[in-house]
């Protein structure tokens, strides 16, 4: 079992910058694949980004690429979301999630959720 903390969200202006940390408590760490996912409010939450268990592999919904960039750190037990270029419509609450053993680009194939950061993007 993985305890996932999110932090480094806040406020921002459009077109600046935020990094997302993640977290993850327990030694399999490196086992897991894990994903980056937003919910605005009244939408449903959906990936944006994930990365393989080796950080080898990498996905990007359309509408971050380019702009976002996931990476992870095994040795910290930390995943990273690095995100440029922000716009107002990507406020959203942010979640990081685990799964195991591979990629996944579906929710339900996600184990393991995060509490959550908000990020808000002014105009």
């Known amino acids: 079992q993985v305890q996932l903390v999110e932090s480094g969200g806040g406020l921002v202006q459009a077109g600046g910058s935020l990094r997302l940390s993640c977290a993850a408590s327990?030694?399999?760490?490196?086992?897991?694949?894990m994903g980056w996912f937003r919910q605005a409010p009244g939408k449903e939450r959906k990936l944006l980004a994930a990365?393989?268990?080796?950080?080898?592999?990498?996905y990007y919904a359309d509408s971050v690429k380019g702009r976002f960039t996931i990476s992870r750190d095994n040795a910290k037990n930390t995943v990273y979301l690095q995100m440029n270029s922000l716009k107002p419509e990507d406020t959203a609450v942010y979640y990081c999630?685990?799964?195991?053993?591979?990629?996944?680009?579906?929710?339900?194939?996600?184990?393991?959720w995060g509490q959550g950061t908000q990020v808000t993007v002014s105009s």
């Open positions: 999630a685990a799964t195991t053993p591979w990629l996944a680009l579906e929710i339900a194939d996600y184990d393991y």
């Open positions: 327990g030694r399999t760490f490196s086992s897991y694949a």
């Open positions: 990365i393989s268990w080796t950080g080898g592999n990498t």
